[in-house]
């Protein structure tokens, strides 16, 4: 069965610095990694997909990378913000195609 | 786009009552699936469907029943609920197999 964890569980950081949020994963066959923003009571907002096949997707501030055979991505964050504090979710969809396998979260406070 | 909607946002009931949770989507999606949000556990996928008319199993399906009559609805129903059912429930939807996936707001179900 597909474990992902997530480390820091908490993360508390001054504005303006960057960041990197660690997920790895405990079986490589996958088809891709998303990673999540939840705000506290609301849904999932997808950040980036990276298929498989790829090292790395960007989108703004955001930069994910994947190294699917050492099971691991990380998120970088660059020059946080306060509206940036939430939990953030790795979530990998492997053997089925279907179920998103999903970590238990980086909580990120980021303080002005 | 109003993306997936889910309705009720909240809702609490008695042990042993029935309710129905709606998840509609107008992406013009095909696949569809329910989650629930544990404190502690993650996300875990409770049932999906592929397209209209289809159902499948997720991880944690007992107890719970699903529906896909149209394209844009995915319905989720307990029969006889239980404490354990206590949760947050996600709908999601993705255009593709293994696709990236879209969640909506979120009910907050309380089972007394």
């Known amino acids: 069965k597909q474990e992902v964890t997530q480390i820091p569980a908490a993360l508390s950081v001054p504005e303006g610095e960057n960041l990197v949020l660690n997920c790895s994963f405990t079986d490589s066959a996958i088809y891709n990694l998303q990673w999540f923003r939840q705000d506290p009571g609301k849904g999932l907002t997808s950040l980036l997909l990276i298929q498989s096949s790829q090292r790395e997707q960007t989108s703004g501030r955001l930069n994910a990378s994947l190294d699917k055979s050492s099971g691991r991505s990380t998120l970088y964050i660059a020059a946080s913000q306060p509206g940036d504090s939430a939990t953030y979710l790795c979530?990998?969809?492997?053997?089925?195609?279907?179920?998103?396998?999903f970590g238990k979260g980086t909580s990120l406070l980021v303080t002005p | 786009n109003a993306g997936v909607t889910q309705t009720p946002k909240f809702r609490v009931l008695k042990t042993g009552q029935s309710m129905t949770l709606l998840c509609a989507q107008d992406?013009?999606?095909?696949?569809m699936y329910w989650y629930r949000q544990d404190p502690g556990m993650g996300l875990r996928l409770i049932h999906y469907?592929?397209?209209?008319?289809?159902?499948a199993k997720g991880e944690v399906p007992d107890g719970y029943n699903v529906s896909r009559l149209k394209k844009q609805n995915f319905l989720l129903g307990l029969e006889s609920a239980a404490p354990s059912q206590t949760s947050v429930y996600f709908c999601?939807?993705?255009?593709?197999?293994?696709?990236?996936?879209?969640f909506g707001p979120g009910t907050r179900l309380t089972v007394t």
């Open positions: 469907s592929v397209g209209e008319g289809t159902t």
């Open positions: 999601a939807s993705s255009n593709s197999f293994a696709g990236e996936q879209y």
């Open positions: 992406m013009n999606h095909e696949y």
């Open positions: 979530a990998v969809n492997s053997n089925s195609g279907y179920a998103l396998n």
